[in-house]
């Protein structure tokens, strides 16, 4: 903090001496120390010394800092008390005399000093200041905060050319310095949108947000049927009852959620039912509300949200009122939705941030501007210009290419928040003009939170987490939107489950369908899915049963296609395990974007379950930790052009995925991804193999077979297995046993390293509260949550060489029950594995297995015996007794074979044989 007042003190001394005049004005870039909103090559600036300000001697004093006696600070006396936060009248602290060269939009910023000494990392108090340009209202902003102690642009104002005062109330503690006032220059419109003419454009009629004539007759007769009757009987109460809205035409006012709520509901009641007395209240409220509605210069949180909400809500307005709407008030109207469509985070033109990823892929552009757009059309086609450009040619090809995979990249909560806003636009473009302008694959995008539930009602984690422990995980807006576009019994269900949407009636009564029946079994899904190439991964489970007495087990493992930054984590090849609670898990809390524990931990591999590598040259972007893991990507690629073009994006390389015989109720699930893309340079080849048993029994219900191939660059870096748990585990039997709990009865999973041999390998576990353990010291958080107070275990090979291969069984038991023995021969770079009544055969390393070759049945007991890794094409299994002779196709992308056999010498070899017929 010391060195940025120095820093700063030395930038203000250097313009007292240049700018020694009350005002002065250039046509270049400005030297204030305050960087203005928009950079521009030429502009109007001026910066105005306080020492030449009116200054109200009863409440200020000039005072000069020993640091920098040249320059002048006006400062509240300490026996004033502020008037910022008063709404009585009186005089100024501080009078600027200003003069605008030409009417237009002007950006004012302050330079302060906090009159304190501010400790690192200690929390900061924001303190607001008033002003007031010439006899126009009074507004409130922030001038000093946590973010920013120094510097602050109060916002954008509409200025008049010519003479005027600028009026300033100060909060207590803040040394004001100076002010400026720089001309806005607008974002520029990119080219592509220059001449754009989008060739979906809203009808001539109304309305045409949410309903059009055609559907609005339908949306009526739904509202007295099923479940809609009693929402539209609670809406019906609720709006016949006046609003009472006090307010000061010369007092501004923050946003007020309920009178938008109650705005949405009467102009919905006057859309539905034609009530003149409902629908001219809606109008008077909007207009009165916007008259005074301000929300300053905050940037912080979610103010950009509520911004919106504010221009969606008079978008209804004006498009379901048209017809009773003067055309002074929807002048009126349009103007106070451009204004605040200004001060959005995307900026307008809606062109500073990509719609396709962070805040700008949400409520902004896909419900705000989408429908503001719309609905003013007819008076203005320019915005949705802009808006139907950025979703019909941005969006819509960046979602088709990323939803081949029925997953979304920014995980189970940004991913459901976001996906919710996209499906604002598809419905808004689909009742608008009847067309599904999104590929159809974002209906199957459902399945991913389907699979992803875990029988205690969470979910397996997956991305920045914002969903709390010990409660059923929901987005029920998004699930409405969805089950109602798709039309889909199942997710009609789950939104029900997960208590409806009862705040917002409006929208439920839009879209339900009450015809529609929902299904509550969802045992008709497959147990397992595979995610396909573009976010690869594969989930398999056990079972339906969505309780705390499950007995169903559920894995994932993830890895495979492309990396899109923001939100999604450093995972690739990450596993994670549940069985009667959290077996195997994620350690990452997701605490605040950015921090130092988000860069170094949260978004990291190391608070994963996977393998890392230790380069001790790597180099990490955004100053992070060198963790041994994969790349840390935050860039987001924006084109599905780029996304494949650019190795930095690449996330590995799905093998193969196949799960079966059965698809509904498979015994097997298994995947193959090569993860060598997925980290620098510093690994030259890595595959890993995940096979899942489902072994029908209450006793050991599943098991897991893992087997990583994995080289280096150089020998010496050092390679570490890893995974997480929540309980502390224990070792017996030199197997590692992990456990947890749900209602006093407990799962546990045996942990078996088969290879390396146990000579040959090292092993820690350490509590993530251990100062330091063999991967360093790690960032922590202070939380008394589960994952804060988890436990780590990690392998690592005795000798140093480039190539190390790692063969791991988990067996999940019930209670007490004791682990499976397991059969384990290695031959010619193939595992075959027997337990239970399974053999699973597989290549020891990364390559496919292409020889001929031969296995035994021990015993007279009929085996389930599946062979994975076989290289595409025709193969044969033969029987000297010639029980068997069996000719079967491998597949491009499942590479597997399946059959049952009892005791025996079987050969398999790639070909056909023709003594079969």
């Given at each position: 903090m010391k060195g940025m007042l120095k820093n700063y003190i030395l930038y203000c001394l250097i313009t007292y001496i240049v700018f020694s005049s009350l005002s002065i004005d250039i046509l270049a870039?400005?030297?204030?120390?305050?960087?203005?909103?928009?950079?521009?090559?030429?502009?109007?600036?001026?910066?105005?010394?306080?020492?030449?300000?009116?200054?109200?001697?009863?409440?200020?004093?000039?005072?000069?800092?020993?640091?920098?006696?040249?320059?002048?600070?006006?400062?509240?006396?300490?026996?004033?008390?502020?008037?910022?936060?008063?709404?009585?009248?009186?005089?100024?602290?501080?009078?600027?005399?200003?003069?605008?060269?030409?009417?237009?939009?002007?950006?004012?910023?302050?330079?302060?000093?906090?009159?304190?000494?501010?400790?690192?990392?200690?929390?900061?108090?924001?303190?607001?200041?008033?002003?007031?340009?010439?006899?126009?209202?009074?507004?409130?902003?922030?001038?000093?905060?946590?973010?920013?102690?120094?510097?602050?642009?109060?916002?954008?104002?509409?200025?008049?050319?010519?003479?005027?005062?600028?009026?300033?109330?100060?909060?207590?503690?803040?040394?004001?310095?100076?002010?400026?006032?720089?001309?806005?220059?607008?974002?520029?419109?990119?080219?592509?949108?220059?001449?754009?003419?989008?060739?979906?454009?809203?009808?001539?009629?109304?309305?045409?947000?949410?309903?059009?004539?055609?559907?609005?007759?339908?949306?009526?007769?739904?509202?007295?049927?099923?479940?809609?009757?009693?929402?539209?009987?609670?809406?019906?109460?609720?709006?016949?009852?006046?609003?009472?809205?006090?307010?000061?035409?010369?007092?501004?006012?923050?946003?007020?959620?309920?009178?938008?709520?109650?705005?949405?509901?009467?102009?919905?009641?006057y859309l539905m039912t034609g009530n003149l007395k409902i629908g001219n209240e809606a109008v008077r409220l909007?207009?009165?509300?916007?008259?005074?509605?301000?929300?300053?210069?905050?940037?912080?949180?979610?103010?950009?949200?509520?911004?919106?909400?504010?221009?969606?809500?008079?978008?209804?307005?004006?498009?379901?009122?048209?017809?009773?709407?003067?055309?002074?008030?929807?002048?009126?109207?349009?103007?106070?939705?451009?204004?605040?469509?200004?001060?959005?985070?995307?900026?307008?033109?809606?062109?500073?941030?990509?719609?396709?990823?962070?805040?700008?892929?949400?409520?902004?552009?896909?419900?705000?501007?989408?429908?503001?757009?719309?609905?003013?059309?007819?008076?203005?086609?320019?915005?949705y210009r802009y808006t139907s450009y950025l979703i019909l040619e941005e969006l819509v090809p960046m979602r088709s290419f990323e939803y081949q995979s029925p997953r979304h990249s920014q995980g189970v909560d940004y991913g459901a928040y976001r996906h919710g806003w996209e499906m604002h636009a598809a419905w808004l473009f689909y009742r608008m003009a009847g067309m599904r302008v999104f590929d159809d694959n974002i209906m199957g995008l459902t399945n991913y939170w389907l699979y992803m539930r875990l029988p205690d009602g969470e979910m397996l984690r997956?991305?920045?987490?914002?969903?709390?422990?010990?409660?059923?995980?929901?987005?029920?807006?998004?699930?409405?939107?969805?089950?109602?576009?798709?039309?889909?019994?199942?997710?009609?269900?789950?939104?029900?489950?997960?208590?409806?949407?009862?705040?917002?009636?409006?929208?439920?009564?839009?879209?339900?369908?009450?015809?529609?029946?929902?299904?509550?079994?969802?045992?008709?899904?497959?147990?397992?899915?595979?995610?396909?190439?573009?976010?690869?991964?594969?989930?398999?489970?056990?079972?339906?049963?969505?309780?705390?007495?499950?007995?169903?087990?559920?894995?994932?493992?993830?890895?495979?296609?492309?990396?899109?930054?923001?939100?999604?984590?450093?995972?690739?090849?990450?596993?994670?395990?549940?069985?009667?609670?959290?077996?195997?898990?994620?350690?990452?809390?997701?605490?605040?974007?950015?921090?130092?524990?988000?860069?170094?931990?949260?978004?990291?591999?190391?608070?994963?379950?996977?393998?890392?590598?230790?380069?001790?040259?790597?180099?990490?972007?955004?100053?992070?930790?060198?963790?041994?893991?994969?790349?840390?990507?935050?860039?987001?690629?924006e084109t599905p052009q780029e996304v494949m073009s650019d190795p930095w994006f690449d996330n590995g390389r799905v093998i193969y995925s196949d799960f079966g015989p059965s698809l509904q109720k498979p015994l097997y699930s298994c995947f193959k991804v090569d993860l060598t893309g997925a980290y620098t340079s510093k690994v030259s080849n890595y595959t890993r193999s995940f096979c899942f048993f489902n072994l029908d029994r209450d006793d050991t219900p599943a098991v897991i077979i893992l087997s990583d191939d994995i080289s280096t660059s150089k020998a010496e870096f050092d390679k570490f297995w890893k995974i997480n748990t929540l309980e502390k585990p224990f070792l017996s039997d030199s197997s590692i046993v992990l456990r947890n709990q749900k209602k006093g009865v407990v799962g546990k999973t045996h942990v078996k390293m088969l290879r390396p041999l146990p000579e040959n390998l090292k092993l820690e576990i350490s509590h993530r509260k251990d100062p330091e353990n063999i991967l360093g010291t790690m960032d922590r958080i202070s939380s008394d949550s589960p994952e804060a107070n988890g436990y780590q275990i990690i392998f690592f090979p005795e000798n140093e060489e480039k190539r190390h291969r790692f063969l791991t069984i988990f067996q999940m038991t019930s209670d007490d029950t004791p682990p499976l023995p397991i059969n384990l021969q290695e031959d010619n770079d193939k595992y075959i594995l027997r337990l239970s009544d399974r053999i699973l055969c597989m290549s020891s390393g990364s390559q496919l297995i292409q020889s001929p070759f031969s296995m035994t049945v021990p015993d007279d007991s009929e085996y389930q015996i599946l062979l994975t890794d076989l290289k595409p094409g025709f193969w044969n299994i033969y029987s000297p007794d010639k029980n068997i002779n069996l000719n079967f196709k491998v597949e491009q992308g499942k590479n597997t074979c399946f059959f049952s056999a009892s005791k025996g010498l079987y050969y398999i070899s790639p070909g056909r044989s023709y003594n079969n017929h």
């Open positions: 870039q400005s030297s204030f120390p305050l960087a203005s909103e928009s950079s521009k090559k030429n502009g109007y600036i001026s910066v105005l010394d306080v020492s030449k300000a009116k200054i109200n001697n009863k409440t200020t004093k000039i005072v000069k800092r020993e640091s920098d006696l040249h320059l002048n600070w006006v400062i509240l006396k300490d026996d004033v008390v502020e008037k910022v936060h008063d709404q009585t009248d009186t005089d100024p602290d501080a009078i600027f005399h200003i003069e605008i060269p030409m009417s237009g939009i002007y950006t004012i910023s302050t330079s302060v000093i906090r009159d304190e000494e501010i400790e690192v990392g200690s929390k900061v108090e924001t303190r607001f200041a008033k002003i007031q340009i010439d006899n126009e209202r009074i507004t409130k902003r922030i001038i000093s905060d946590e973010y920013n102690y120094t510097n602050h642009s109060l916002g954008r104002f509409q200025l008049k050319g010519g003479k005027q005062v600028l009026k300033v109330w100060l909060p207590k503690g803040i040394l004001l310095g100076a002010v400026e006032i720089e001309s806005y220059i607008p974002l520029t419109i990119p080219p592509g949108v220059a001449n754009y003419h989008p060739k979906i454009v809203p009808p001539t009629s109304r309305p045409r947000l949410w309903v059009d004539k055609d559907i609005l007759p339908v949306i009526q007769k739904r509202l007295t049927k099923g479940e809609n009757l009693s929402v539209w009987k609670n809406l019906k109460e609720k709006v016949l009852i006046p609003f009472p809205f006090e307010f000061n035409p010369t007092r501004e006012i923050a946003q007020n959620p309920v009178l938008e709520r109650v705005v949405q509901e009467k102009a919905f009641y909007i207009l009165d509300y916007l008259s005074v509605l301000e929300f300053g210069n905050v940037k912080s949180g979610d103010i950009t949200r509520d911004i919106g909400r504010a221009i969606y809500t008079t978008a209804l307005v004006y498009d379901w009122c048209y017809d009773i709407i003067h055309e002074g008030d929807r002048k009126i109207l349009y103007s106070e939705m451009m204004r605040l469509a200004d001060n959005m985070e995307i900026g307008w033109p809606p062109f500073k941030e990509s719609i396709v990823s962070g805040h700008a892929s949400e409520a902004q552009v896909n419900r705000d501007l989408l429908a503001m757009s719309i609905a003013i059309y007819d008076e203005d086609p320019e915005p997956d991305g920045d987490m914002f969903s709390k422990s010990g409660v059923y995980w929901k987005n029920p807006q998004t699930m409405l939107l969805d089950y109602s576009y798709a039309n889909d019994p199942i997710i009609k269900a789950e939104f029900e489950r997960q208590g409806g949407l009862p705040d917002n009636p409006v929208l439920f009564l839009l879209l339900n369908d009450p015809d529609l029946e929902p299904e509550y079994d969802i045992s008709s899904l497959p147990l397992s899915i595979d995610f396909g190439s573009v976010l690869g991964g594969l989930i398999a489970r056990t079972g339906w049963n969505m309780n705390d007495n499950s007995n169903d087990v559920v894995a994932e493992i993830k890895g495979g296609g492309y990396h899109f930054g923001n939100h999604q984590h450093a995972d690739a090849g990450a596993i994670q395990l549940y069985y009667r609670g959290l077996q195997i898990c994620d350690l990452g809390l997701y605490v605040a974007y950015g921090i130092p524990y988000d860069y170094n931990f949260n978004k990291r591999s190391i608070a994963h379950s996977m393998m890392l590598v230790i380069d001790p040259k790597e180099e990490i972007s955004r100053r992070a930790k060198n963790d041994g893991g994969t790349k840390f990507n935050q860039r987001v690629p």
